[in-house]
């Protein structure tokens, strides 16, 4: 992890590699940027997100594999679809982690 760069760029560098197809939670992130107790941070930096369509903030979950109730982009429903749309079975507002889950 490049720590010259701010934690936000170094949160959206690691979306970037998450392969469609695939989630990462909160916390995974924030533990390979340096922190694991910084999950929220994390949240926080893809609620800012600065480019929804390049940045894949879809593909994070929470770490029991459920989709944000209030996803940032375009409303609540959007994240099941965008991950629908990429072959993520989502039941319930949920992903199934050991399927889908991806460790860097």
């Known amino acids: 992890m490049d720590f010259s760069k701010n934690y936000f760029e170094n949160v959206y560098d690691l979306v970037k590699k998450v392969p469609k197809g695939r989630v990462v939670t909160y916390g995974e992130i924030a533990r390979a940027v340096g922190n694991p107790r910084m999950g929220r941070q994390v949240g926080w930096a893809l609620h800012v997100n600065p480019e929804p369509g390049v940045i894949p903030c879809h593909r994070v979950v929470n770490r029991f594999g459920e989709l944000s109730s209030a996803f940032a982009f375009g409303g609540a429903n959007r994240q099941a679809e965008l991950l629908s ?9 949920k992903v199934d982690l050991d399927k889908y889950g991806y460790k860097f």
């Open 85 to 93: 749309e990429e072959g993520v079975e989502v039941i319930d507002n």
